[in-house]
T-cell receptor, first 112, second 114 residues
Framework: AQSVTQLDSHVSVSEGTPVLLRCNYS??????LFWYVQHPNKGLQLLLK??????LVKGINGFEAEFKKSETSFHLTKPSAHMSDAAEYFC??????????FGAGTTVTVRA | NAGVTQTPKFQVLKTGQSMTLQCAQD?????MYWYRQDPGMGLRLIYY???????DKGEVPNGYNVSRLNKREFSLRLESAAPSQTSVYFC?????????????FGQGTRLTVV
């Protein structure tokens, strides 16, 4: 069975400072892992995905995530937050092609 | 290229009323999904359809029915709406397999049951 735990329900950062969103997963197999972003009243957009190639994955808008199998983690980072990064972020795991399991989400607030 | 289109965007129902949420995709993907999003709970899978002609229950199917009308369309029906079904509903499709897997989402339907 697969599951995802996002360790922070809310993260608040100042503009220009680093952002770290933490995600741990459990999976019986080698999973695919994703980060999606949802801006207010919008649908979900793919930020990046890990699919057993490079462990450091680069995504859109300066985000990247590192897959650490030994820690079963897939944390999302960005070196310098921008006001437009204020959104909700979801970590997602998939063991097969048909079922995506979502974390509860992390809301990011960016202070001017 | 519209991608995944959901209708309606907003809906208010009275308890006991029925309605159907529509979803259409023009991406030629085989699999389609219905999720509900509730605060603090992420997205939970209601039903999915791996291909035209098949449907399966997800985590939270009670109170819902689905129809995969053709490859493009996947509808979600609430036969007798309850306040617990107040939520934001997302339709999604998935392309590819393994390393090429990626999900695409509609803009959501915000449903309130009073």
């Amino acid at each position: 069975a697969q599951s995802v735990t996002q360790l922070d329900s809310h993260v608040s950062v100042s503009e220009g400072t680093p952002v770290l969103l933490r995600c741990n997963y459990s999976s019986s197999y080698s999973p695919s892992l994703f980060w999606y972003v949802q801006h207010p009243n919008k649908g979900l957009q793919l930020l990046l995905k890990y699919t057993s190639a490079a462990t450091l994955v680069k995504g859109i808008n300066g985000f990247e995530a590192e897959f650490k199998k030994s820690e079963t983690s897939f944390h999302l980072t960005k070196p310098s937050a921008h006001m437009s990064d204020a959104a909700e972020y979801f970590c997602v795991v998939s063991e097969n092609d048909y079922k995506l399991s979502f974390g509860a989400g992390t809301t990011v607030t960016v202070r001017a | 290229n519209a991608g995944v289109t959901q209708t309606p965007k907003f809906q208010v129902l009275k308890t006991g009323q029925s309605m159907t949420l529509q979803c259409a995709q023009d991406m030629n993907h085989n699999s389609m999904y219905w999720y509900r999003q509730d605060p603090g709970m992420g997205l939970r899978l209601i039903y999915y359809s791996a291909s035209e002609g098949t449907t399966d229950k997800g985590e939270v199917p009670n109170g819902y029915n689905v129809s995969r009308l053709n490859k493009r369309e996947f509808s979600l029906r609430l036969e007798s709406a309850a306040p617990s079904q107040t939520s934001v509903y997302f339709c999604a499709t998935v392309k590819g397999s393994g390393a090429r897997t990626e999900a695409f989402f509609g803009q959501g339907t915000r449903l309130t049951v009073v």
